[in-house]
């Protein structure tokens, strides 16, 4: 996305340029008296900022570290090893450039429209930026202006926590109310309708965080109204609406596997093309034995997707016995555009999960093209959606649920069309708390018992599935522990007896504590050692993955430690309470 809006800003630019000017100064001598005269000039300066947004591979690996995917590795942060010497992101060159910008570019000759649309667009980037540090590192340094050598803030300690989030929402607040509000149908521009969006994210994350996990911090109700407006004013906007064209068995995933983003739903995205070579990696990362985390989803996950009938899959007896090819029929249509199962096929031909990528049996599919072509090369060039309108629905019913139960006008409005669209018969607003989901989140600082609620966390987690929001999720929510529960995989009625796993009366995996001297064809034998890999009941029962390596949370591990070697170079920086020595 970033590499197309350069290419063509440029191209623009340059067109733009041609004409003769005898008191330009020499690009050579670019200064703030020569850079920011023109509105050409603040949109090319403005595409720099683009390098701030999440790339592809960033975010389809983001949930890799979450409560519902398993990979062949623990992420080092959650072992108990990990300190500040492994701790990075403390870098801050792409806000010098921003505030520089908003120092300059003032002085051009333009409306102040024109001025303050831009100024907008270096806003919404400098919060974005400082969104990303508040969320990893808790408190920062804010840095309102660009900073010189000798400065005395170069070496200043770190601020609250309540300044930079008010300064990220003066920001914010800016941004969306000059920056312009035509819709781009590219998904790759900044508009108000991004920064509004966008909004809601932040509010949602501070307030729920407030709540859950620093309720000594104050206003988590304000931080809370404002994503519920900054979603209103998207949803009353008309500009955006959920993809329901189409088949319903695939207008959910045709949102993640297509070049061109759809613009119905997705309000941007990092737009991939196959002539300008700008890909990402998915099925390089999801189909590959050798390559990447080959993470999978887990069944504690998987068992919350709701049956078809609306009804919940929990509630069924046995439910963690049922083998796989039974456990995912008539099932949330959700389901089988996220995994393999049923009769998913690749270039004609039946594709079970594979078991040389997964470790769980709950394979993804939700990003990887069906053409097997890049399966073995970094070229996807399906764009990989950053801010969809389905998760703005999302954002105002949990900024309401956070504070009281949602009314039924409100759950039509957010939560009942995310399910229809998902084939869900039975779309009304639950009465009672699901008891699966209240075991769940049981352990959290504030438990969950409300319904409404714990249908929103629900919605949210199957809606928003390896889209990166897992981990910030459990953060705000307070529910780091869940970073330590058992990787739960499919349930196997017996070793050493083949399953068909998708019903082409083919088996695909047999389930076995050594490789038999004769093998059936087509069958990979998963191997069950009792250490990294064993099953619930010894010889049959729910797959269990990579117990044997121990997990650690801890209450400061909320937010990641400064490095060390920035509080060398800077000893006024405080290193977080509880990391400290580590």
């Not at 949602?204 to 900054?230: Q, V």
């Amino acid at each position: 996305m970033k590499k197309n809006i350069l290419l063509f800003a440029i191209a623009a630019l340059g067109l733009a340029s041609c004409k003769t000017d005898l008191d330009l100064k020499p690009f050579d001598k670019l200064s703030p008296s020569n850079a920011f005269n023109k509105e050409a000039d603040l949109q090319l300066y403005t595409t720099s900022f683009y390098n701030i947004i999440t790339d592809a591979n960033t975010v389809i690996r983001a949930d890799g570290m979450s409560d519902y995917m398993a990979g062949k590795e623990v992420n080092t942060f959650l072992l108990p090893s990990y300190g500040s010497t492994q701790s990075s992101g403390w870098t801050w060159t792409q806000l010098r450039n921003v505030n520089y910008f908003l120092e300059h570019c003032g002085q051009a000759q333009e409306s102040t429209e024109t001025k303050n649309h831009y100024a907008g667009i270096a806003r919404f980037f400098r919060a974005m930026f400082y969104f990303e540090k508040v969320k990893r590192f808790g408190n920062v340094p804010w840095y309102g202006h660009t900073l010189a050598v000798g400065d005395p803030e170069l070496y200043k300690t770190q601020d609250p926590r309540t300044l930079v989030m008010d300064s990220i929402l003066a920001d914010l607040n800016f941004a969306c109310n000059n920056i312009r509000a035509t819709k781009d149908a590219s998904c790759s521009q900044i508009t108000r309708w991004v920064a509004l969006a966008y909004k809601s994210r932040v509010c949602l994350f501070e307030g729920t965080f407030r709540k859950y996990e620093m309720p000594d911090l104050p206003d988590a109700d304000k931080w809370l109204d404002a994503a519920d407006s900054a979603a209103t004013a998207v949803i009353n906007s008309k500009q955006y609406s959920l993809n329901t064209a189409g088949d319903a068995s695939m207008n959910y995933r045709n949102l993640f596997i297509n070049e061109t983003p759809n613009a119905t739903e997705v309000i941007l995205a990092y737009v991939c093309n196959k002539s300008l070579r700008v890909f990402n990696d998915a099925n390089w990362l999801f189909t590959s034995a050798t390559y990447g985390n080959r993470v999978s989803f887990t069944k504690t996950f998987i068992d919350t997707y709701l049956n078809i009938d609306g009804s919940r899959f929990t509630d069924g007896t046995n439910f963690d016995a049922i083998p796989f090819q039974e456990e995912v029929k008539n099932r949330d249509l959700r389901l089988q555009q996220t995994i393999r199962m049923g009769n998913y096929s690749r270039e004609g031909q039946p594709a079970a999960p594979d078991w040389t990528y997964t470790y769980t049996g709950y394979q993804p599919i939700k990003y990887t093209l069906d053409s097997k072509a890049t399966d073995g090369v970094a070229e996807n060039y399906n764009s990989i959606p950053l801010i969809r309108y389905a998760e703005v629905l999302l954002n105002k019913a949990e900024a309401i649920a956070a504070r009281r139960p949602l009314t039924a006008d409100e759950w039509n409005l957010t939560i009942k069309p995310l399910r229809a669209r998902a084939g869900i018969q039975n779309t009304g607003m639950p009465t009672a708390a699901d008891p699966y989901l209240v075991q769940y989140f049981h352990d959290s600082n504030v438990p969950v018992t409300e319904a409404t609620l714990l249908e929103v966390r629900r919605e949210r987690g199957v809606e928003l599935a390896l889209e990166g929001f897992r981990f910030n999720d459990l953060v705000r929510w307070g529910c780091g522990h869940l970073l330590t529960i058992s990787y739960k995989g499919l349930y196997v009625p017996a070793m050493d007896t083949p399953m068909d796993l998708n019903g082409d009366g083919k088996p695909e995996v047999a389930f076995v504590k050594a490789t038999p001297a004769t093998k059936v064809p087509g069958v990979y034998y998963f191997i069950i050692d009792d250490n990294q890999a064993k099953l619930t009941e010894g010889t049959r029962g729910n797959l269990i993955w990579m117990d044997n390596i121990p997990r650690d949370w801890q209450p400061y591990k909320y937010v990641y430690p400064v490095p060390f070697s920035e509080i060398t170079i800077n000893p006024n920086l405080v290193q977080t309470d509880g990391w400290k020595g580590k």
